[in-house]
Structures are given as C-alpha cells and as structure tokens.
C-alpha cells in the first residue's frame, strides 16, 4: 500500500486518478480531473451525504482501514436504496491524520475504497482531502443517484392500512459491535463462534439493499433504510406519512447469529433487533391490494419481506403488540446521534464507542451479559 501523503499534491491527484479509474462514469459526466463534476441532463437525481469522524463513529482498534470504506461506502448506498434510488457515483472528502501508521491506513482506506466502488460498479465522481489533527481521521461521501423505476419513494407516502415490510434480520451490526468492543461474553461452542463471526462482519461490511429497493420502488408506498434500529426508524417513518402503527413484536426478524448469541434470552434478541442500528435493511409500507404480486416479484429476486405490522389512523398511537395479543406503547430505542448519556455533558453526541449505547443511554437497558 502506497503512501498518499509522500508526493506532491497533483502526483496525489494523478494516483487517485488511476486508482478511480474505474468504473468510468456514464456518458456526459465529467469525474475526477476537473475543478468539478458534470452531470448530464435527464433525470431527478437523489442526494445524500455521510460524515464519519475517528472516535465518534468508528474506531481502527473494531475495523481495518478497507473495512471502514465499506461501511462508509455502503451507509450512503443505503440512503438512496431507501430513497428507491440506484447510485449514479459518489464525491468524496477526506481529512486524515499524518503519522506513519494514519498515512498506511489512509492507503489501506483509499485502496479498499476503490476496490468496494469497482464490486459495486459505483464511479468515484470527485472529491477533496487534507491533513488532520491525530486520531480524528473524518471520511464524508456525498452519493449521487437517480430513481428507479416507480422512484424516488420517500417515507411520506404511507396511509393506514399499509402493511409495514422489513427486508432481513434485524440486530446483527449493533450486537457485532458490542462483540468488538468486548461488552458481550461468546460462548466456548463453535456454533456461538460462527456466529460472533457473522455478527462482528454484519458489523464491519454491512450491504445496503439495492436489490431490494429494485423490488421496492414503484410498489411501496413509503420506504426508508434502517441505519439507527427500528425503534426510532419506525415512527420516523410513521410520523412522515402522518400515521400511527402497530407492529408485531412476534413477527420482528432476528438475525440468527443473534438469536444463537442470545441463547433463549427472547428480551434480549428483541432488543437487540429493536436498538441494535446500522443493520441497512429497508422498511416498507405496502398497500394491502399490492402485497400479493410484490411477494411474487420479490420470491423471484429471492428478496425476503417480513410482515410485521401495519399503519394506523393519525391518531390511533404508536404499538407493540406482543405473543400474548396485548398492546404497549412503543418506546424501543434506535441510536441517536444526539443522545447524551447522563453525566456525559461534556461529550457533544452520544456514541456507541465510547459505551454511551442505544437503550444504555436511557438508564441500562441495553441488552447485555456481561456485567
Ligand atoms: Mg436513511
């Protein structure tokens, strides 16, 4: 891995250059060489932007430099997979530290960047860098994409009644986290082995659903990604379509690594699925009348939809509704970035590094077993 910080700034640039060279944009758009990018005419586009800062979102001692680029890269894919959008290219600012082991890692994160973009067919369009103070390395990615077909669907669009879809296995990144972190004991099996594994990579190289949000667009009506857990997405997403909702608590998947981890602790696996975060599934409310044909398309792409709930009245409330039938107020618990851990008023944020986690935060309920 080369050094990005020994040469001049334009043979920087020319490595970079040759580094992102492929895959080229498409047809009328100017990438990397020019004081800026052009986008051709034509469609709507879909922006949004990540900020990742060393020590408040990631940290070198959980995840490898290349791994940090996945996450970074696939956290904004995310957004426009739960926009009903597909990646047109990425714009990318750096600040990075310049000690001997930080100028490895900005190579290690540069190299894994291009190769994660190349395996996404995804082209770098632009971007900028400079020189940070230590241990505050900050990656932000702007992803530019255009709407599928039937997109963009935004988390407005939802009308009660809608039946409330998730794409996957929820719990997975938050419990790998706390695995790294040494906050959670695995057990001496090899099944809890595989399964600490699969969690610590859920973790490290999430995969935004761009297959499905193919599936998605044009059929549901509201669609958002689950970066920050299903508690706060959830209402995030029935408040913008100025609904209620009720949500099975039975019908939630759990990743399976965590119902392994979990043993047969049942709260814990639901809290987990409830607070855990950056699991980057979608989440979905579908007219009743569309849902047979969606399951088919989606059976075909081999997409799995999770029924598990519906949208309510405007004033109907926000449910949980447990195996025994009976109704409590949700009140599960994503992340917030905001969040302050009680006597933590120095801190700007709440961070799950620094231990301030989800459903911790408000006063120890987060799942663990460790004391
Ligand atoms: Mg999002």
């Known amino acids: 891995v080369r050094d990005p910080f020994s040469e001049s700034e334009d043979a920087f640039l020319g490595h970079v250059g040759r580094l992102f060279g492929r895959p080229r944009p498409r047809r009328g758009t100017v990438g ?28 070198f001692r959980f995840l490898s430099p290349a791994d940090l680029a996945v996450r970074a890269l696939e956290a904004n894919l995310s957004d426009l997979a739960g926009t009903g959008a597909r990646p047109e290219g990425i714009i990318v600012g750096l600040a990075w530290p310049t000690g001997d082991a930080d100028r490895r890692r900005a190579g290690g994160f540069l190299d894994g960047l291009a190769r994660a973009c190349r395996a996404r067919g995804v082209p770098v369009l632009g971007g900028d860098t400079t020189s940070a103070p230590a241990e505050a390395a900050t990656i932000s990615i702007t992803a530019i994409g255009t709407p599928l077909p039937g997109g963009p669907v935004l988390r407005s669009g939802g009308r009660p009644g809608d039946v409330l879809l998730v794409t996957g296995g929820l719990g997975a990144a938050g419990l790998g986290l706390e695995v790294l972190a040494g906050r959670w004991s695995v057990g001496e099996t090899a099944g809890e082995g595989r399964a600490a594994a699969a969690v610590r990579r859920a973790w490290r190289r999430p995969r935004a659903r761009l297959d499905a949000a193919e599936v998605l667009a044009g059929r549901a009506r509201a669609l958002m990604d689950l970066s920050d857990g299903l508690g706060l997405d959830l209402p995030r997403l029935a408040r913008a379509s100025r609904c209620g909702f009720e949500c099975d608590a039975p019908a939630i998947p ?116 460790r004391s």
Request: glycine letters at 14%.
């Open 254 to 369: 759990v990743h399976p690594a965590v119902e392994r981890l979990c043993r047969d602790d049942r709260e814990a696996m639901h809290r987990w699925a409830l607070s855990g975060g950056e699991d980057f599934e979608l989440l979905a409310a579908v007219a009743p009348r569309a849902l047979a044909r969606l399951r088919r398309l989606a059976g075909e792409r081999g997409v799995a939809l999770h029924p598990i709930g519906r949208l309510l009245g405007p004033r109907a409330g926000q449910w949980l509704r447990g195996a025994d039938g009976r109704r409590t107020r949700w009140d599960a618990r994503g992340w917030d970035p905001w969040e302050r851990t009680a006597g933590e008023e120095k801190e700007k944020s709440g961070s799950r590094l620094d231990g301030s986690a989800p459903g911790r935060v408000g006063g120890g309920e987060r799942p663990g077993n």
């Open 32 to 59: 990397i060489g020019d004081d800026a990018a052009v986008l051709p005419a034509g469609p709507r586009r879909i922006v949004t932007k990540d900020l990742l800062v060393e020590g408040r979102h990631f940290d």
